[in-house]
C-alpha cells in the first residue's frame, strides 16, 4: 500500500489538503478502521505471512 501521508521528524506534513485529497485519507483511514486490527496486529499477521510463505516454499 502506498502511503498517503509523510511523516517528517517533526511529526506528519503540516499544510493545506485539498477536499479531495481529505476525501482520500478519509477513505483509507475508513478500510483500515473496517478491518477491525490495530497498527501491531497487521504487522504480526506479516511477520507470520512471510514466516508460511517461507515453510511452505522451503518444504517443495
Known amino acids: 500500500m502506498n502511503r498517503l501521508t ?4 517533526s511529526g506528519i506534513k503540516p499544510g493545506y489538503w485539498s ?9 483509507r ?6 478491518t477491525g486490527l490495530t497498527p501491531a496486529e497487521i504487522l504480526e499477521l506479516k511477520s507470520r505471512h512471510r514466516e508460511l510463505v517461507k515453510a511452505v516454499e522451503e518444504s517443495r
Request: hydrophobic share 20%.
Open 6 to 9: 509523510h511523516e517528517r521528524c
Open 19 to 27: 477536499p479531495q485529497r481529505k476525501e482520500i485519507l478519509i477513505d
Open 29 to 34: 483511514l475508513g478500510q483500515y478502521e473496517d
